[in-house]
């Protein structure tokens, strides 16, 4: 499986080391939910409770670190926190008892906060230090235990994302679980072994029946690269090759 996960991500890249105008990226949330956007200049990109900031600040920018939105619109890079950050410590977490009271924060004030998170006025990070402060467990936890407290608050009110690069594995992996019914529900796994066991590679002429809106035919173009052939059969005068957008190919 391994084997056949590295084929797929070792497939040619789809475009430059940065993010570059006019082109697709994937944009990852803190909830793990993606969408893919088209960085156009002077447009807005909309990430709904995670905020919004200009799509001018991703022009340059490299793809795979996290950016934090701030008031206004602009972005700046942020360091991911890991767990191997958290001390070792004599705590544990058997005096901890679920229970709501807990948290002196009241229902009305946290929902203030959000609000006041949306309007840019709060940050997240002072969200989650005011729940952190007013939580009485959170002291008695481990510091393992801290750290995922915190990782599922950071998931709820962090606004921060991720951009991916459009490869073919990125892209069959968002739209499997996104909208499996566009590609046939293809997964990675799947479509390395199609591509490792047809043996293509670059400069191979391909013949190939794509009826998952081009996945196929997008992985295809990028195991054989320029020089290569990919002859696609297709129902109808039109082909439905949508994901092909994506992929940043040149002409």
Known sequence: MDAAMDVAADTAR???????????????????????????????????????????????????????IEKGGSIR????????????????NQEIVDNPSAQKLTFEEIEALKTQSLAGDVS???????????????????????????RRKEKKFMKSFVPLETTAYNLCNHFFQANPAKTRSLRTDTLAQVLGLANVYAAARVL???????????????????????????????????LLRYMNFSA
């Open 208 to 242: 190939a029946v794509d009826d998952g809106q081009g996945m196929l035919v997008s992985a295809l173009l990028s195991r054989i690269g320029e020089t290569g052939t990919v002859f696609a059969l297709h129902d109808g005068d039109v082909h439905n090759y949508d």
């Open 77 to 92: 890079s942020r360091r991911q926190p890991a767990f191997d950050d958290a001390d070792i410590t004599e705590a544990n």
């Open 14 to 68: 789809a475009g430059p080391a940065v993010i570059e105008e006019g082109s697709y990226v994937i944009i990852r949330m803190p909830s793990s939910n993606a969408k893919v956007v088209c960085v156009k200049a002077g447009a807005t990109v909309g990430l709904g409770k995670f905020g919004s900031f200009r799509a001018d600040e991703l022009i340059g920018a490299a793809f795979g670190h996290t950016y934090e």
């Open 124 to 150: 997240a990070q002072e969200i989650i230090s005011s729940l952190t402060e007013n939580n009485e467990a959170f002291a008695k936890k481990t510091e393992f235990s801290k750290s995922k407290y915190i």
